[in-house]
């Protein structure tokens, strides 16, 4: 495998645990947004396997994000992850239900743009 091509997976994997992480921690809260107290708040926090799977998905997030940083120059890098916005936006459409408007979804497309034009001549 070459260098870039082992690169674009370590950031992809970063970038997909990072929706997996945050998708875990909205299925630990839950869906409610009203009347959510702040005891029932922290109690789910502590004791939600849900969040448990968010944290532990974040430090190996943490692992494949340093490994690509060790590869490419930050610059690349961070600007990859902003593909996490697009992942979380399709991840609240598929799995969590949520509605995306029109204007939300042409938002998205300009960032796939913006990652494209930011990093694609280092993987193209």
């Known amino acids: 495998m070459t ?6 997976l370590l950031l992809l994997g970063s970038v997909a645990c ?4 945050q998708v875990c921690f909205k299925l630990g809260v839950g869906h409610a947004t009203v009347g ?8 789910k926090v502590f004791h939600s396997p849900w969040i448990a799977l968010g944290v532990a998905v ?18 690349v890098a961070f600007p990859f992850t902003a593909l996490g916005y697009v992942g979380v936006v399709l991840a609240s459409r598929y799995i969590l239900k949520e509605r995306i408007s029109l ?15 930011v990093t694609g001549q280092q993987f193209g």
């Open 3 to 8: 260098n870039a091509l082992v690169t674009l």
């Open 36 to 43: 959510a107290g702040a005891p029932s708040l922290v109690y």
């Open 58 to 75: 974040y430090a190996v997030e943490f692992v494949l994000w340093f490994a690509a940083l060790s590869r490419t120059q930050l610059s």
């Open 18 to 21: 990072d929706v997996t992480g």
């Open 103 to 117: 204007r939300r979804w042409a938002g998205i497309g300009t960032i796939v743009v913006g990652v494209v034009l």
